[in-house]
């Protein structure tokens, strides 16, 4: 439900090309197709789109992963819900840059927050010099979108609140270019897997430029107790 609610916030378009650089089983991408087809609907999902613009639309859905496992799961994931041509590919984004010059309409993540030791080893191409995973996943997000590109990425808390350096020079970089608003999480809402406080930054570069707003929400109750089962709330 987190997942769908982020893409209902961007609400992504028949003709946008998506992708999640960090994709795991590709919840992002079905979410996002699941919408498309919602959003053009008469009687049945998606019957006011053509033959031509479900296969584009099939075409637009990119996902990297660099779990051979999860690729995997992310192709089936996808056939099962009818996509013909899904494109997943084994790809680390932040040490290859072979995939550098490729950018797009929206983008949607919830990119891995752990950091190996001694941290990442980033290629060169990134603008700001960091090793860790959050930092860098953020900064490719906003260096990817097209010039009128939105992303969805969920984030843990060190983004917005940390006094490092190198988050100070994200955080004006993201107001300076996308940064539209900031979604407060409460922790325990991805529980059981992580109990990390998380927030969710939306950026829109169209929006961003015009306008020096900044949305700001705290949710303190998502439907569902913050305990290990995430049992929903009667």
């Known amino acids: ?38 959003q ?15 296969k584009r639309m099939s075409e637009n859905l990119v996902g990297y992963d660099l779990d051979p496992t999860f690729v995997k799961i992310s192709l089936v994931n996808l056939h099962l819900n009818k996509l013909t041509n899904p494109r997943i590919y084994e790809y ?43 930092v860098l996943f953020v900064d490719y997000i906003l260096e990817h979108l097209c010039p009128n590109g939105r992303a969805g990425i969920i984030v843990p808390e060190g983004i917005i609140i940390k006094t490092g350096g190198v988050y100070k020079k994200l955080r004006k970089k993201l107001v300076e270019n996308a940064l539209v608003g900031v979604i407060s999480l409460p922790s325990g809402v991805f529980l059981p897997y992580s109990g990390v406080k998380t927030s969710i930054l939306i950026l829109d570069k169209k929006r961003n430029e015009n306008s020096k707003e900044i949305f700001f929400s705290k949710i303190d109750n998502d439907g569902f107790n913050l305990g290990a089962q995430r049992n929903e709330i009667p």
Not at 20 to 36: H, N, Q
Not at 40 to 54: I, Y
Not at 107 to 126: C, E, R
Request: proline share 6%; aromatic share 10%.
């Open 1 to 38: 439900h987190i997942i769908d609610f982020v893409v209902k916030i961007i609400n992504p378009q028949k003709n946008e090309t998506i992708l999640d650089p960090a994709c795991g089983t590709s919840g992002f991408l079905i979410s996002s197709y699941k919408f498309i087809l919602n």
């Open 40 to 54: 053009n609907s008469s009687l049945n999902a998606g019957d006011r789109l053509t033959a031509f613009e479900r």
């Open 92 to 134: 680390d984004t932040l040490t290859s840059d072979a995939k550098w010059n490729e950018f797009y309409d929206v983008i949607l993540a919830n990119p891995p927050f752990m950091n190996p030791k001694g941290g990442v080893q980033p290629h060169s191409k990134f603008g700001l010099q960091s090793t860790r995973s959050e």
